[in-house]
């Protein structure tokens, strides 16, 4: 029976796929099923809208092992339709699948829509220079970055759930796993970010923007080379092509120049403000106030006007 | 000669760029305020074998054509005029060498200064009314088992880091310059004096200084009677690498003025959009372009061994106006900005007055090129 | 003696692409050609791999008629050998054409105990590549790699993942993608710049490799390319003090709701 399938190794990204793929499900008129290793998972899904969970029972530390397991059962159910969240693992599992259905696979997509018997798909070129539509026939996959879409409010519902066996990939072996270092931030889920550049002089100049946060209820974010170069910041702190996306209500900078690289993640904020010397810097075409001027003076005074406020 | 360069001598200019780009470009202000000699950069460089260019593959060099080396030229200095001119005058003392060395004198010389293990100077320029004139001319005098060297050369370029010195002097003070004859010195000759260096205006990062012969060995380099012919063919070479420099500083600081004025909004339009702008730019742009063909022609005449002394005068005569009046332009278009010392303009302007008026060891090329018509 | 292979793609220089403004169309009139960022990585760690195990390392790319351009550039980098495959199609392939071209040609002149690929292109980023390529071989993938060690027996990977880093231990060949992140390529020398002439290259015919319609017929199909610009307020205050500068950007975010 062809469906609209969701995978993800992490049960959060998956059941954010479920809204677009209840968006599918309603179109293509075809069950929406989630792929799964977690079968304490399976109720929250269906609770989520999935018709059906298949849970397969792996223990195994490689998700991308399950490609296999993941492309035989989307052939044996004939899937129109695979949804996978982007992650690094999603993304090579999504891939192996595309290639057993002999399927087109269109990546990172931030919409995916279902017209005239095709998928429509939209995702950035170029390092963000260009936007592109994509058309894929059927069956076709999809991967979709995290956050992409928010999950399903939960409702009573119905489902099935079946458990598929699985034959491990003995060819790659796991080990040394290490888990990033977690500061307890996550900007991208921040609602506000004050995003600190080269401007700055030295580490402890961050104060300034520290006091700025506090005052604004905001998180502390950076520029890539803030991260990689500097190492006044860890990297997960860093927006940018090769770093976090961000869209929070309030983006505010001081000392980003804006380089199309910064800009890239962090152009879906709802409200961009930067602070800068140079009114030839990129940044101000970015954004949608900006104060011309030296971020040494502007942030106490910023800081202090917001503190009166409340 | 096909007036398009082959697919190596682009593979070579884009390598160029490339290195310029990422180990030349970033350190380039900070070299011009440190005025310190790139020891570790002119290394790099070495490793990359951008000190051996036409020399020969025999020795370990990647013998391209003068064409391929102007090229990597104009690319180098566009990022960094002063390493660029360290590397030029290497190049025109190992030019001598590989031109005129017996064969002794190549295999002695040539493997070390292709490996940047020993870096080459050019000492000619004297304090008097020319070369072989004056109380402090450079006299060679011949002894049983060679010549000494006495006098003084004024504003030898690499001086002080040279570890060999091609040195042009008099074999008879009476006959002054008519008796030039060119020299090997090794930098470790005793009697051999390196005065003070020299804080210069432009192309800072490069060492110069004076440099007093006292008594100091030397090797003769070539024909004792054709000094004044190598002298002349030499400084021709120069000149053509030096056009390219020129060529490679005005692209710079053309490209830096051209985005200013994109951007720098007066009277509500970016100032590109007013008339006077965009006729300076478009001048520099087209001088620029003439000068740079001129050059690559001149160098193709060199790879052809054909006669090649009119057209680098007349290259240098070009270059020397298009340098000189494109910065004065580009610095006007810039306004306070390129006046200020905090910018990048100030800094190319002063390198490239170095380039072009400065310096420059050579006759007005004028005469040359008047003599060559006639 | 391990056999390695780099597959690399030429595309466009971003840096050069226009967009115009009246339609927001594309123009890469002026845009020159490179090997892919990323896949200079690729050529980088595989040249290292090289040079620290012995071996040799074959280059592979399939593109329109500017893939010649690309190859002594490519070769300059490190591969000892290169080959190419051209076809005009190429500008519409899609990553399930490609895969299956790459694969094919691998078959025909592998195996090879590494097959080494960039994270993704520069153009179009789409990071399918190398799992595809993994699939159709029935080679395992590991991807995102900041480091690859061989001690010949088998290869170590770490791989950077959004939440950890791991290490992957393989037995027997496989395809492994690079990060940016991993190395830094080295600007050729230019003896070894000259030295890429001297390297052999040779051209794999598409009608060679058996492949059907099915395997090139692009099953993702551009449907418009357009220029993202931002479209912002624009509002930058940049007359009178700080403090009145500040004021008026404090009064503009409470407007937004924002404090």
Request: glycine share 8%.
């Amino acid at each position: 029976m062809p469906g609209i399938f969701v995978f993800s190794e992490d049960c959060a990204i998956a059941r954010q796929l479920l809204t677009p793929g209840f968006e599918l499900k309603q179109v293509m008129h075809q069950p929406s099923c989630v792929i799964t290793t977690a079968i304490e998972a399976a109720e929250q899904f269906i609770a989520a809208g999935a018709d059906k969970v298949f849970v397969l029972q792996t223990e195994s530390l490689w998700p991308e092992g399950l490609a296999t397991a993941i492309a035989n059962l989307v052939v044996e159910e004939q899937a129109s339709v695979v949804l996978v969240g982007g992650t690094v693992r999603g993304k090579n599992v999504a891939a192996r699948v595309a290639t057993r259905l002999q399927a087109g696979m269109s990546s990172d997509a931030h919409s995916v829509t279902f017209a005239d018997g095709k998928i429509e798909t939209a995702r950035m070129l170029y390092a963000g220079l260009a936007l592109s539509e994509e058309i894929l026939s059927l069956p076709a996959v999809v991967t979709i970055p995290p956050r992409t879409f928010v999950e399903p409010a939960a409702t009573v519902r119905q489902g099935i759930v079946k458990t598929v066996a699985v034959v491990p990939d003995e060819r790659v072996a796991i080990s040394e796993v290490c888990p990033n270092e977690r500061t307890g931030v996550d900007i991208e889920t921040a609602r506000k970010l004050v995003t600190v550049g080269r401007g700055f002089r030295q580490k402890t100049d961050l104060l300034l923007a520290e006091g700025l946060a506090k005052a604004l209820d905001a998180d502390v974010a950076c520029t890539r080379g803030v991260a990689e170069d500097f190492h006044w910041l860890p990297v997960e702190r860093y927006i940018g092509i090769s770093g976090r996306k961000v869209k929070p209500d309030l983006y505010l900078s001081a000392g980003v120049s804006g380089q199309v690289q910064h800009i890239v993640g962090m152009r879906d904020s709802k409200v961009i403000a930067a602070i800068n010397t140079d009114e030839r810097a990129p940044i101000f075409e970015a954004a949608d106030y900006g104060i011309v001027g030296d971020l040494y003076e502007v942030l106490p005074l910023l800081t202090a006007a917001l503190e009166n406020k409340q | 000669m096909s007036y398009l360069l082959t697919e190596e001598q682009q593979l070579i200019r884009m390598n160029a760029r490339d290195f310029a780009k990422e180990h030349l470009e970033p350190r380039a202000v900070h070299l011009d305020k440190s005025d310190e000699f790139p020891a570790t950069t002119i290394k790099l460089m070495a490793e990359h074998d951008l000190l051996s260019w036409f020399l020969p593959e025999a020795f370990g060099g990647a013998e391209v054509g003068y064409l391929s080396y102007v090229l990597g030229i104009e690319e180098l200095s566009k990022a960094s005029a002063a390493v660029a001119s360290i590397i030029v005058n290497h190049m025109s003392a190992a030019y001598a060498v590989n031109r005129w060395g017996s064969a002794q004198q190549k295999q002695r010389h040539l493997p070390a200064l292709i490996k940047g293990e020993t870096l080459g100077a050019l000492a000619l320029t004297e304090s008097g009314p020319s070369v072989g004139e004056g109380p402090n001319a450079v006299i060679a005098t011949k002894q049983a088992d060679g010549f000494v060297l006495t006098g003084n050369k004024s504003f030898v370029a690499n001086a002080g880091r040279a570890g060999l010195y091609v040195v042009f002097a008099c074999t008879d003070p009476l006959a002054g310059g008519k008796s030039l004859a060119a020299f090997l010195v090794d930098a470790k000759a005793e009697g051999l004096e390196i005065g003070l260096k020299k804080r210069m205006m432009g192309l800072r990062g490069r060492p110069i200084a004076d440099v007093t012969f006292r008594n100091v060995a030397a090797e003769l380099l070539g024909p004792a009677e054709s000094g004044v012919a190598m002298c002349s063919e030499l400084l021709s070479v120069l000149a053509i690498a030096e056009a390219a420099q020129t060529v490679g500083i005005t692209a710079a600081a053309l490209e830096h003025a051209g985005k200013y004025a994109q951007q720098r909004v007066q009277f509500g339009r970016p100032i590109g959009a007013f008339e006077a702008i965009q006729t300076m730019l478009a001048e520099i742009a087209t001088n620029c372009h003439v000068a740079r063909h001129a050059v690559y022609h001149a160098a193709t005449l060199i790879e052809q061994g054909e006669p090649f002394s009119a057209e680098a005068a007349m290259v240098k005569l070009f270059s020397q106006r298009l340098g000189m009046h494109s910065l004065l332009d580009t610095v006007q278009i810039e306004g306070g900005y390129g006046y200020s010392e905090e910018m990048l303009m100030a800094k190319l302007f002063r390198d490239v007055s170095g380039t072009t008026i400065a310096e420059s060891p050579m006759e007005f090329p004028e005469k040359l090129i008047a003599a060559s018509i006639a | 003696m391990p056999r390695l292979l780099v597959c690399y793609k030429w595309v466009l220089d971003e840096q050069d692409i226009r967009i115009n403004p009246t339609d927001l169309s594309l123009d890469a009139s002026r845009a020159k050609g490179k090997v892919s960022d990323f896949d200079r990585n690729a050529i980088e760690a595989a040249t290292q791999l090289v040079e620290q195990l012995g071996g040799t390392l074959d280059a592979l790319t399939y593109g329109t008629s500017t893939v010649k351009q690309s190859l002594k550039d490519a070769l300059s980098r490190g591969p000892n050998k290169a080959y190419w495959i051209q076809d005009a199609e190429a500008v519409r392939a899609d990553s399930h054409v490609i895969a299956s071209v790459l694969a094919a040609a691998i078959r025909k002149i592998g195996p090879y105990d590494l097959i080494i690929c960039g994270e993704g292109s520069s153009d179009s980023y789409n990071q399918q590549i190398p799992s595809r390529l993994a699939e159709l071989l029935d080679l395992p993938a590991v991807t995102f790699a900041q480091e690859i060690a061989g001690d010949g027996t088998g290869f170590k990977i770490r791989r950077k993942l959004d939440d950890c880093t791991e290490l992957a231990t393989v037995r027997g060949s496989a395809v492994v993608s690079v990060l940016g992140e991993m190395n830094h390529p080295r600007i050729p020398g230019l003896k070894q710049v000259l030295g890429a002439a001297k390297k052999p290259s040779e051209e794999i015919k598409l009608a060679d490799l058996g492949l059907n319609s099915r395997d090139l017929m692009p099953r993702a199909i551009n449907k418009s390319v357009r220029g993202f610009v931002m479209k912002r307020k624009n509002v930058i205050f940049k007359d009178g003090s700080a403090a009145e500068k500040v004021a008026q950007m404090v009064a503009s975010l409470a407007n937004e709701g924002l404090c």
